[in-house]
C-alpha cells in the first residue's frame, strides 16, 4: 500500500501567518493527492482534491501544489478558525490511504 | 444538501459484533459510492472500506478483509458497517463518508461519526 508520511507532526503558528503543510508518498500518486481539515468533535472537511483544486466554498487562502510523491497545502494567512489537524489522502490506488496527520495549533 | 446521519454510539464486549448506518440524504444514493473510516482515540484517519450504492460492489482495506461487511439498503438510501470479532483495539469513532461530486475516491461529506467502544 502506498504510505504517505506528513511533516512537521505539529506547527506552532500564530494567525495572521502562513502555514506551510507537507505531505511525502511512498511511491508516485500521479496528482491523486486530497487534503483534509479536521476539527475537534467535527467531521473532516475536504479542502484540496487532485493537488490543487479547491472543494466547494474553501477559501482561496487554502491551496495546494506537487506532483508524483512530493506534496504542499500552504494557507496563506491563518485564520483562528484554521487551527485545525489536516490529513492528506491518496486515490492512486486501492487502498486509499491518509497520512498521519498534521495539527497547527496557535503559538 | 447531502446530509449523512449516523447511528448512535455503542459499547460492546470483546468478541462481539457491532452494526453502524449511516443514512443519507439530499442526493440520488445510487448514483455515489459510500467509504467508512476510523478514528482510533489520538491516531488518524484510517480507510476501511468502500462500497457502490448502484450495484453493490465492495472493495475493502486488507486489515479489514475477514472482519468487515459493508452493505446498502437503496430503499432507506442507507448504508451499514458491520465490524465482527471485536477487540479492545477497535475502539474508535467511525465514519461513513459520501465519494465527492467532484471525483471518486474523495470523502464528501462525511457523517458525524459514531463512537464504538469495546470494553468488558
Known amino acids: 500500500e502506498i504510505v504517505l508520511t506528513q511533516s512537521p507532526a505539529t506547527l506552532s503558528l500564530s494567525p495572521g501567518e502562513r502555514a506551510t503543510l507537507s505531505c511525502r508518498a511512498s511511491?508516485?500518486?500521479?496528482?491523486?493527492l486530497a487534503w483534509y481539515q479536521h476539527k475537534p468533535g467535527q467531521a473532516p472537511r475536504l479542502l484540496i482534491y487532485?493537488?490543487?483544486n479547491r472543494a466547494t466554498g474553501i477559501p482561496a487562502r487554502f491551496s495546494g501544489s506537487g506532483s508524483g510523491t512530493d506534496f504542499t497545502l500552504t494557507i496563506s494567512s491563518l485564520e483562528p478558525e484554521d487551527f485545525a489537524v489536516y490529513y492528506c489522502?491518496?486515490?492512486?490506488?486501492?487502498?486509499?490511504?491518509f497520512g498521519g496527520g498534521t495539527r497547527v495549533e496557535i503559538k | 444538501q447531502v446530509q449523512l446521519v449516523q447511528s448512535g454510539a455503542e459499547v460492546k464486549e470483546p468478541g462481539a459484533s457491532v452494526k453502524v448506518s449511516c443514512k443519507a440524504s439530499?442526493?440520488?444514493?445510487?448514483?455515489?459510492?459510500i467509504s467508512w473510516v476510523r478514528q482510533a482515540p489520538g491516531q488518524g484517519l484510517e480507510w476501511m472500506g468502500w462500497?457502490?450504492?448502484?450495484?453493490?460492489?465492495?472493495i475493502y482495506a486488507q486489515k479489514f478483509l475477514d472482519r468487515v461487511t459493508i452493505t446498502t439498503d437503496t430503499s432507506t438510501s442507507t448504508a451499514y458497517m458491520e465490524l465482527r470479532s471485536l477487540r479492545s483495539d477497535d475502539t474508535a469513532v467511525y465514519y461513513c463518508?459520501?465519494?465527492?461530486?467532484?471525483?471518486?475516491?474523495?470523502?464528501?461529506?462525511w457523517g458525524q461519526g459514531t463512537l464504538v467502544t469495546v470494553s468488558s
Open positions: 463518508a459520501k465519494d465527492s461530486v467532484a471525483t471518486s475516491s474523495l470523502f464528501d461529506p
Open positions: 489522502q491518496q486515490r492512486s490506488k486501492w487502498p486509499l490511504t
Open positions: 439530499g442526493y440520488t444514493f445510487i448514483d455515489f459510492g
Open positions: 487532485d493537488t490543487s
Open positions: 462500497i457502490s450504492a448502484y450495484n453493490g460492489n465492495t
Open positions: 511511491q508516485s500518486v500521479s496528482n491523486y
